[in-house]
Each structure stands twice: as C-alpha cells, then as structure tokens.
C-alpha cells in the first residue's frame, strides 16, 4: 500500500471523492463482489452478537444501511459532508419509522469522536481504516475502544495496491493488542475482515467465535 502521504489530507480527498459519485462506484457492477461478501460477513456477524446499539463508523453515503435495519438504535457517523448528505438520504429511505442517527462531526483532532463511552454494543469501520494516516491510527483505535462497550468489526485491504487513492498497510493485529482481542482475521476477494472483542468489556453471554463458513479465503499477507 501506498505510505507516501505528503501531502495528503483526508478530509479533502474525501469530500471531492465522495457523495454521488462514490455512491455510483459501490452500487456498480465491479462493486458487487465486495458489497455480497461484506453483507454475508455482517448479517450473519449481526445475527451471532444481537447488538441493541450499533454504530456504522465512516458510513459513507450508506452503501451497509439495509444490513442495520433490525437493529433498535443505529448511529452513522463520517467527516465527509458530501457523503453525510448522501447517507442521510439513504437513511431516510431505508428505516423512516426509526431513523439512523447520521452524524456530520468534524473534530479538531482527527481521531476524536463525539460518542460517550462504552456506548456501543458493535463498532463497524468498513473500508475506513486503510485510508487513516498512519499517525492518526493508534489514537483513532484508542478513541473506538473508548466508545464501543463490545465489539470492532473492521473491513480493509488484503492488500491494495492502488497508490493513488492514499491508502496504508497498518498492522492490525498490533493495532488491537492492548485494546480488543481479535477473535476473527480473514480473507474474502482480497478484504480483510477483523473481529475483536474489547479488551475488559463487562461479562456478556455472547459467542467469542464466529461460524462464517461458506466463504471463499485469500491469504493473509504478513511481513
């Protein structure tokens, strides 16, 4: 992945990247492979922790919106208002009878979030991380162990080598240890999937493995 980011801000590549025509890409033929898999991967994720409140971390214009809809309490949150617009858009459609809390925030320090702690049963960071200056990252994990009272389901990379869309090979696991136990890290259509379980979480009977077969698995790459 591309480490160079002079240069770089990701609030500013992310407002003109996004709205209609990043909505356009992951509602596209060449997308579909990845939205499949990452609906398989979060349905049956929801299925298995029966999270009460969740919230979908860097939503974007909403493209995972549908999979939240039997959840009590959904929280979206991203710094883009071009794509905010498009996810409260989305969200109005999706669940107008209980709407998602959509959230433009925009902090001066890029890892922190409006959130109280340990206010979240489930964490989602989808195609988000891969895209966080490496600077930024630990206090960005810091910040959604703060918050998430459960678990961090993340989807990145396996990797990916398109250079200028300004993304970082992070080292997950290290990321996590100290701060989740990573209870799942797999491979599907070059995504990684990584499931943790926040470190010190108060006592719930819910699974600590995940049964996510069928999937099709790519190796892990690891230096």
Known sequence: MNQDHAGYNPDQYWENRGGPSYREYTESAAYAQYHHAQHEFFTNLIAQLKPQCLLDFGCGTGKLFPIWTGVSE??????????????????SRIR???????????APQRGEV????????????????????????????????????????????APFTNAAAHCFDHNYPALFMGRFDLIDD??????????????????????????????????ILTA
């Open 74 to 91: 959904v929280h979206a949150y991203d710094r883009s208002q071009s794509q905010i617009e498009e996810a409260r858009r989305a969200a």
């Open 96 to 106: 107008p009878e209980n709407p998602y809390k959509v959230l433009h925030y925009v």
């Open 114 to 157: 409006p959130y109280d702690d340990d206010y979240f049963d489930l964490v989602v960071v989808a195609e988000v991380l891969l895209h966080v200056l490496p600077e930024d990252i630990g206090g960005l994990l810091d910040e959604l162990r703060r918050i998430c009272r459960g678990h961090l389901a993340v989807v990145t990379a």
């Open 186 to 219: 797999h491979a599907v259509l070059r995504q990684r999937y990584l499931v943790g379980r926040k470190i010190g979480a108060a006592s719930v009977s819910r699974p600590q493995t995940f049964n996510l077969e069928p999937r099709t698995s790519d190796a």
